[in-house]
């Protein structure tokens, strides 16, 4: 967003509004939203609205409330060295469609408490241009050691935890990835996140087959039933060697899901894909069909705060995080380190609670009959 500083400046961008309002010192929650709405529709999409304010809290609440409504803020003059008043220029826009609900996997929020996130490691054989880890053959590999892990599952598993879900990076890549899962797996089940490419030989190939079957799920990335998305999305041969990964890894003896990652725009390609699966017989319980997240290398996609989702409690060796895909987030880092796990839960549950309470008491009913 380009912030001219001058009026010069401003009027340099040639950005001319259709229609101008005066929000005083009004904030989003006391009508200003209401006012500006009622502003918007009166001016046609792709027009802009001049906003002049004097309450700082719309600075930090306007953005969202744009990004919501389909609008574009193209840029905030501050008239007052800091102080105020500024005016904002908000483009008309229409909301996105939206891509069939059908599409992305839906489902209950898990119980806080009952699943726990750890990244294994942050390296990867990939460098895919939507990943919410930044992980990438340059990634710094960021191990999480075998007793930290062990130490984080007994604890998890001891306040009533049920489900271990161990990602990165590519979790293959982690040298002690076969100690690491028998500590964990033996305690709760476990389900392996896996691009399913780089353990098809070597001392991987064993990791692989020493894993206990009854214990561990592997989950596997595939965009697409033929290799144009996938390719595109993950690099040239990608999507035939995560077929060969699959097709290994259920001649083993495992469970495998699958999970694909989707734009909008891509969404169309989840139905050949769900074809392609029925064929080699997995599941409809194990696909996961997920949109990309606004985290991470993703310039775009869905946005990720406290506020937008539910709370999956992550660990990584670099501290604890509000969910997997946030990982590069300092807003929702947790804690500065993985344990204990009690604290992390703790912390979490308190930010659920505050959020309650302020929902509960947003609104009144405020009778007149």
Same mark, same amino acid.
């Given at each position: ?141 960021? *191990? ?5 892990? %062990? &130490?984080?599952? !007994?604890?998890?598993? @001891?306040?009533?935890?049920?489900? /271990?879900? =161990? ?84 001649? *083993? ?5 699958? %999970? &694909?990652?989707? !734009?909008?725009?891509? @969404?169309?390609?989840?139905?050949? /894909?769900? =074809? ?94």
């Amino acid at each position: 967003m380009t912030r001219p500083s001058t009026k010069e400046q401003y009027d340099a961008t040639g950005w001319a509004p259709a229609a101008e309002f005066d929000g005083g010192d009004m904030d989003c929650g006391s009508g200003l939203l209401l006012s500006i709405t009622s502003a918007m529709r009166r001016i046609g999409e792709g027009e802009i609205l001049l906003l002049h304010t004097r309450e700082p809290s719309v600075l930090a609440d306007l953005p969202a409330w744009a990004r919501l409504a389909g609008h574009e803020l193209l840029d905030v003059l501050d008239n007052g060295g800091g102080r105020g008043p500024w005016q904002l220029s908000i483009r008309r826009g229409s909301p996105l469609p939206p891509a069939p609900r059908s599409t992305f996997t839906e489902g209950a929020a898990v119980p806080l408490g009952s699943r726990l996130w750890l990244y294994s490691n942050f390296h990867c054989n990939l460098a895919c241009g939507y990943c919410c880890a930044e992980s990438s053959p340059k990634a710094a590999a960021r *191990l999480m050691p075998v007793e930290v892990a %062990a &130490a984080a599952t !007994r604890e998890f598993v @001891a306040q009533g935890g049920r489900e /271990l879900l =161990v990602t990165g990076g590519e979790p293959f890549m982690h040298p002690q990835l076969g100690a690491l899962l028998a500590e964990t797996a033996s305690q709760v089940p476990v389900t392996l996140l896996t691009n399913a490419m780089v353990f098809d030989r070597g001392a991987r190939r064993e990791t692989l087959g020493a894993l206990d079957r009854e214990s561990v799920t592997l989950q596997v990335s595939l965009d697409s039933a033929e290799p144009g998305l996938h390719d595109r999305q993950r690099g040239a041969g990608s999507h035939a060697k995560a077929m060969a990964g699959i097709r290994l890894a259920r001649e *083993l003896g495992f469970r495998v899901r699958v %999970a &694909a990652t989707l !734009r909008p725009e891509d @969404a169309a390609n989840a139905a050949a /894909l769900h =074809v392609a699966l029925d064929a080699i017989g997995i599941d409809r319980d194990d696909r996961v069909i997920r949109p990309v997240a606004e985290e991470g290398f993703a310039g775009e996609g869905v946005h990720i705060s406290l506020d937008t989702v539910e709370p999956e409690p992550t660990l990584t060796v670099d501290g604890a995080w509000w969910h997997p895909v946030a990982v590069t987030n300092s807003h929702l880092k947790v804690a500065d380190t993985p344990l204990p796990v009690a604290q992390v839960l703790d912390v979490m549950r308190d930010v659920l609670a505050v959020q309650a309470a302020g929902s509960s008491q947003g609104r009144a009913v405020f009778r007149c009959t």
